[in-house]
Structure formats: structure tokens, C-alpha cells
């Protein structure tokens, strides 16, 4: 069995990507040094968001870092599919269209100053009037619907969720809604946060929601793909990942942690953080020796992580309407999102986004799959879906396959679902004990374990990496 001793470069200065110039990161003679005190070694496990900026910051104190990450490429569940060159027929989208993450949540949040920092051109996505609903199979705006009651519950049951003061249930027995609005509910307080509205807890999220500190709006950014976005904030410690390296095991009962990737290979390091998915954590993709203690493992299965699907399919045509943002209730597709919508004249690509026991059917259903949104698509839309599906032009002029995507993150290994959520029964303090460090040598980041409410986006993920990195440092600096 070979053993790597991690890193072997030490990296000073602070990194900010595209934003920081190349001199702030030499080392003079005369430097004071690193800001923290430390022959140690921190390996950090997976590269998304999370992983990412845990390492910029420990870089930045002048701490040893490595960051081993199991698949081809950076970012996790931020990928952008300009970037995935296995694909080779493309949108015909002249904007970036995303598999994973796609919105920036809150202009003044981690995220929204990154791309501040960045003077991005962004779109404000729930500004009034964009948002269709179906009912009855008919898609209408909040307007032209004209006080439908079971709209107006389940739009005031989603408002009111940050006051929630029911019961410990799920959304679907808080909202008590008739079964006429049942998957508008499920759409938008069911699948928004990461699964169906029977599963996702009421009371959980109406806490998260509170705690959030940031305002409330979302932004799709109009030329650049997210996942360019977060590897050029990072760019500085891109050179210490290690891409493709599975890790396995953990062993933590000696002094040094002993990592053990999947072809057997070890590596040594004197503190850990693991920012892998809690999906991959609770079905034991990395083992942990000792095993974690039994009241992080009961948090962690307070919390659900179920399967996804993005499809993302191009039209000939744009039948929804040009001014359409998110069109929410559809039983298929839960939450479509015209994504081109104010950032071409081309607004003919529809995103749909499915968690929950729907994404777990439609992945079973395998390619069949776009035939059953189209179907849902065809019975609200007079049948263009199925007339208006782009398809690939053979050299001899015929038509060929549809053209869609897929990104299949429940059946991903390195991801197995889509984003965190708290079930009835959870709290903030299930994130605490899941976040919480083991014996000050291995350490939880990732969206999963955020305890600022911003668990399941990408400035839960970041926020985590701020709070694991600081555990860290105190762990030496106390020490
Ligand atoms: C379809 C979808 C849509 C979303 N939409 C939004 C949105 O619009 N806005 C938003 O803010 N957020 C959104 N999110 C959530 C957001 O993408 C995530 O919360 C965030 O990217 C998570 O970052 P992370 O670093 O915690 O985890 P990840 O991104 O999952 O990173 C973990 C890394 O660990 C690696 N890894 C896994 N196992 C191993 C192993 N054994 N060894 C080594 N490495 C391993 C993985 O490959 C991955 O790179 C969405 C997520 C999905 C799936």
C-alpha cells in the first residue's frame, strides 16, 4: 500500500481569484509569516463550494491544505453544462444553463457578494408578475387566476412560513390545503426545499427561515456559468485538489488521521474536513474509525436527503410566455423555470427541477422519462411540447433525437440526491450536532451542516466553510 504524505507546497496570502493580484500571494523574506502557527497538515474531503473555500481561508492563514476530490472536475453540485465535455450536442441556449445550483440567493448573502465583488450582470428572478401556477392543468399568473382560493392558501401558507406556529408535522398536514392545490403545495413548499411536501417538516424550515440574514431576493446571472464563477473565486488553491480520489476511510484513532482513497492509497494529515454530501455521509460512502459518536449519527437521520433530476429541454419555440420566470405545480415537473427569461431573445430552454420520491420515479423511468414531462407539458400547453421539442438535424436534413439533458444527481455516487432538509422532528441543533467536530481532529462543512438557515443552497455550504474553518483554527490555537 502506497503513503502520501500530503502537500508538499505551502501557500501564503490570501486568495480572491480573479479579484487579486499575483503579487499579494509571493513570499518576501521579511513577511511576517503565517498568520497561524501550525506544522500540521488539513485535508479536506471534496471540492464543492464547501471544500473550496475551507481551503482558501486555511491557505490564507498560512495552514497546510490539501483538498482530495472523487470526481473529474470542481464546483459539486455547482456545474454548469457549457463545462461538461462529454456532452456533445449543446443547447441552443445562448446563455449558460445549469445542472445543479442555478439561482443566487440574496444580494448581501455569501454568495450575492461574491458576485457583487465580481460586478456580475444579474436578473432579479421573483420580481412581481413572472410566476405562473397551474391548476387544473391551465398555467396562469397570480392575476389572472383572480383570487382563486386554493392558490391564495397555498401562496399565504408559504408567506406565513417564517411566523409558522403549528405543529412539528409535515408541510402537507401544516397547509391543510384541498386536494385541488395538492401539488401547487407540494411544488412550492415540498420540492423547493428538497423533497415532497409530506416529508419535509414545517416547523424546521419556518425556524431556517428565520435565522436566514440576508435579504430575500434570487438572481439568475446573465453570461456567466456559476460553476466558472465559484472555480475563479477559488483559483488560488485550485492547484491543491486532487481531482478523481475517492476516499473511502477515515481512521482517526492514532495521532495522525490516515485517509485511505478507493485504489488503497493513503494519506496522512493531523486534521480533516469532510464537506461530502450528508446523503453520501448517512449511506456510509466514507467509513469512519472510530465510528462518529451515536448523537451525530441521530441528528444526521433527522435530516433527509433524497434523490434529484434537472431536465433541461429545448423548445423550437418559447409556449409558455416570454415574461414566465418559474411556472410551479405541474405533478411531473414540480418547478419548471424559463431560464432564459430577460437574458436572450431566445427564451426557448425550460429547466425542470424534481426532489423527493418524483425525481426517485422519473430516474427509474430512465430516457422514458422526457416523455412523461412532455405529456404534462402537452396537456397544459395544447400539445406544443411534444410538437415544439428540439431535435438534433441529421446530415441528410432529417430530424433526430430530442434534444434534452440530464443530470441525475440521486443516482450520482459522489452526491446521491439533491440538497438537505429538515424532516418533522428536526432543528437547527440536529446541524449543530451533525456540524459539531470529533475529537478537534475531524471537522463538518458542507450545506448540510449550516446553522445560519441557509442549509440546501450554495450559501449554506459557504457560511459552513466559514464556521468549520474557524472550529479548526481555535482547535489550534487553544490546543
Ligand atoms: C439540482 C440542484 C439545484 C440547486 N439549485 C440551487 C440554487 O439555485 N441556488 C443555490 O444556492 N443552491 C442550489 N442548490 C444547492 C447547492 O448546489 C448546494 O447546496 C451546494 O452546491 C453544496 O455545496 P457543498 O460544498 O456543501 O457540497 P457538494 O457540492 O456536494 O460538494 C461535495 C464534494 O464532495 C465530493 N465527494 C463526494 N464523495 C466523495 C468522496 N468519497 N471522496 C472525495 N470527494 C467526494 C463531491 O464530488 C463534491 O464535489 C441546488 C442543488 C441541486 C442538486
Given at each position: 500500500m502506497k503513503r502520501r504524505k500530503a502537500l508538499k507546497k505551502i501557500g501564503v496570502g490570501v486568495s480572491a481569484g480573479l479579484l487579486m493580484p499575483g503579487f499579494m500571494v509571493s513570499c518576501k523574506k521579511d513577511d511576517p509569516g503565517p498568520e497561524v502557527q501550525y506544522d500540521g497538515t488539513v485535508i479536506i474531503i471534496g471540492a464543492g463550494a464547501a471544500g473550496l473555500y475551507a481551503a482558501d481561508i486555511l491557505n490564507s492563514k498560512g495552514i497546510k491544505v490539501q483538498i482530495l476530490e472523487a470526481s473529474n472536475q470542481l464546483g459539486g453540485r455547482v456545474r454548469s453544462l457549457r463545462n461538461q465535455k462529454e456532452i456533445l450536442v449543446q443547447t441552443s441556449a445562448d446563455f449558460p444553463v445549469e445542472l445543479g445550483a442555478e439561482l443566487v440567493y440574496g444580494s448581501n448573502s455569501a454568495f450575492g457578494k461574491i458576485i457583487k465583488n465580481y460586478n456580475l450582470s444579474q436578473i432579479e428572478l421573483n420580481a412581481q408578475g413572472t410566476d405562473q401556477f397551474i391548476l387544473d392543468s391551465v398555467a396562469k399568473s397570480q392575476d389572472a387566476w383572480q383570487n382563486d382560493a386554493d392558490l391564495n392558501s397555498v401562496l399565504n401558507f408559504v408567506s406565513g412560513l417564517p411566523t409558522y406556529s403549528g405543529g412539528d408535522v409535515s408541510m402537507k398536514q401544516a397547509a391543510g390545503v384541498s386536494a385541488r392545490a395538492d401539488a401547487l403545495l407540494n411544488s412550492r413548499a415540498g420540492n423547493y426545499y428538497g423533497s415532497s411536501s409530506d416529508r419535509v417538516g414545517a416547523k424546521g424550515v419556518s425556524e431556517a427561515l428565520g435565522l436566514i440574514?440576508?435579504?430575500?431576493k434570487a438572481f439568475i446571472i446573465k453570461t456567466n456559468p456559476l460553476q466558472d464563477i465559484i472555480t475563479s473565486r477559488f483559483s488560488q488553491i485550485v492547484n491543491k485538489v486532487q481531482l478523481n480520489t475517492v476516499v473511502k476511510s477515515i481512521n482517526y484513532a492514532g495521532q495522525k488521521i490516515i485517509i485511505t482513497d478507493k485504489d488503497g492509497i493513503q494519506f496522512e494529515a493531523d486534521k480533516v474536513i469532510v464537506t461530502t454530501s450528508l446523503a453520501v455521509l448517512k449511506t456510509g460512502g466514507v467509513a469512519f474509525s472510530p465510528g462518529l459518536p451515536s448523537a451525530k449519527v441521530a441528528s444526521m437521520n433527522k435530516l433527509g436527503m433524497d434523490h434529484c433530476v434537472r431536465v433541461v429541454i429545448d423548445f423550437k419555440k418559447n409556449f409558455w410566455g416570454d415574461a414566465t420566470g418559474f411556472i410551479w405545480g405541474g405533478t411531473e415537473g414540480p418547478m419548471y423555470l424559463n431560464i432564459g427569461v430577460a437574458r436572450s431573445e431566445f427564451y426557448r430552454t425550460l429547466s425542470v427541477t424534481v426532489y423527493g420520491p418524483k425525481a426517485q420515479a422519473l430516474s427509474f423511468q430512465g430516457p422514458d422519462m422526457i416523455d412523461t414531462i412532455l405529456a404534462e407539458l402537452d396537456a397544459i400547453y395544447d400539445n406544443q411540447a411534444s410538437l415544439f421539442i428540439r431535435k438534433v438535424i441529421n446530415s441528410d436534413g432529417t430530424e433526430g433525437d430530442r434534444v434534452w439533458f440530464l443530470a441525475d444527481w440521486g443516482k450520482d455516487e459522489f452526491f446521491k440526491g439533491g440538497i438537505s432538509y429538515p424532516m418533522p422532528g428536526a432543528s437547527v441543533v440536529d446541524r449543530e450536532n451533525f456540524a459539531a467536530p470529533v475529537s478537534n481532529k475531524i471537522f463538518f462543512a458542507g450545506e448540510a451542516t449550516d446553522v445560519k438557515g441557509d442549509a440546501g443552497t450554495i450559501n449554506g455550504a459557504l457560511n459552513s466553510a466559514e464556521r468549520a474553518t474557524e472550529e479548526l483554527v481555535t482547535s489550534i490555537t487553544s490546543a
Open positions: 440574514e440576508h435579504d430575500n
